[in-house]
């Protein structure tokens, strides 16, 4: 079983940026995609950003403001999040999908992000 530790949360204000990280207990390179997804109050969860180890896609409320990348030396996903909004407070979660026997998906514990003046 795979794992997530996410951390950098916390408050902003509007404009501000903060950096996700998403730490995995396995070599990155044996995870397919590892994506975040964010859920606010009374709403679904939604997919933010994702990445592979050879593509990157965003959510449409996002592109141009949040950037995701990985470190493959330390096995850990971030995601820069940039011009911050009200509508961006959500709790952010990672998740990872891999193989092993079957195709799996592991998540983190989630991590409260709040954009407020």
């Known amino acids: 079983q795979v794992q997530l530790v996410e951390s950098g949360g916390g408050l902003v204000q509007p404009g501000g940026s903060l950096r996700l990280s998403c730490a995995a207990s396995i070599s990155i390179f044996n995870i397919h995609t590892v994506g975040w997804y964010r859920q606010a109050p009374d709403k679904e969860r939604e997919l933010v950003a994702s990445i592979t180890d050879s593509s990157t896609q965003y959510a449409d409320s996002v592109k141009g403001r949040f950037t995701i990348s990985r470190d493959n030396a330390k096995d850990t996903v971030y995601l820069q999040m940039s011009s911050l909004k009200p509508e961006d407070t959500a709790v952010y979660y990672c998740?990872?999908?891999?193989?092993?026997?079957?195709?799996?998906?592991?998540w983190g514990q989630g991590i409260q992000v709040t954009v407020s003046s």
């Open positions: 998740n990872a999908r891999y193989w092993y026997n079957m195709w799996n998906d592991a």
